[in-house]
């Protein structure tokens, strides 16, 4: 046998197999894109974490050393309100699936489930984090007192409004650009996979 | 940009996917390894796209890939991802029934089983061969000299030819 018939018949097999991957592609493309938003979440958690981490022990203080009552109050709820956000973002990341512990159809209902608590919390910024924040923040303010200080106070109040417009439609963009298109995605690979 | 790539993609995975395909058939015990083996390689493939850098054709790069997904993930540590295979995401099934294919087929059956009994190192090199790649090529995909390929291959050819007329 000489070696182009080991060509030959090595090659012989092209017209024989045919590969569909369409789905396969499909998975790939999902799986790169939950790889990004995770990524982007992790961030997310890492800088509140970090801000979280900063806020107590500074607030600590402030409730320590500054006299007014109402902005040691305030201090105290900032503190508070810290520790319910950092809570908050570690509940919906206990949502998370886990890797290569279940079928992958498993895996994409839990993915469009994490997907969904990511959603509703993003959606409900406005409720558990801006206002709060907001209040609290010109709580904050306030303690100092009035007298004097009306125009520093104003300016306050519209930088913490702008602030919380931005946050507010910053989350929403999140909402709309980041989870919605991956939710779609997730839905169409699992209609894929369920009517095989 | 993603579209692009996806594009690219497409097109190189059209031209070269049976080629492929038959570099994963050496390294898979069954069909069932074979598919995902080659499906573990599309997703290093389409993974790595955004880092081809043309410094070689896209389809020598797609070769190195391709070996250095089978020669890592031989089939048992393929199975512990289970993820990927609970399902048909990839199909590899016979295009036609005809009665040369069936002739054929015994002899490709002959040959696979002659290359599962070389050495993981000469089994790429034989692949690539068979793919009628150049020495150079080759070399680039498997990090051998040139010299070193084509020695390489001219002992794999005679390992071959016994092992075939052996099995006749």
Redo the contacts between chains.
Sequence with gaps: ?I?EE??R?????????????E???L???V??SLDDFHRKIKYRDLMEQIAVAIIIPAFAYSAYAIPHVLTKVASVLIIGYAVFVAIRLRNAKKHKPG??T????E?LHKTRNYLLVQKALLDSVLYWYILPGMTLTMLFTLGFGLTDRLKPIVKMAVMNIILAVATYFLNKSAVKKEILPRLAKVDELIRA?EK? | MVKHLENIFLTALAQNQQKLLRVCSVYAEDPDDKKDLFQEVLINIWQSMPSFEEKSSLSTWMFRITLNVCLRLQTKQVKKRARYFKLDSLKIEPASDDGTYEEEHEQLIKLRSCIKKLNEADKAVTTLYLEELSYKEIADITGLSENNVAVKIKRIKMKLLTCINESI
């Excluded at chain 1, 090595?10 to 991957?21: D, L, T």
């Excluded at chain 1, 279940?102 to 159809?105: A, C, D, N, S």
């Design positions: 046998m070696e080991l060509i018949i090595w090659q012989s097999s092209p017209n024989q197999e045919q590969v569909k991957f789905k396969s592609r998975m790939i493309d799986q790169s890797a290569y279940e079928t992958y159809l895996y996979l095989s």
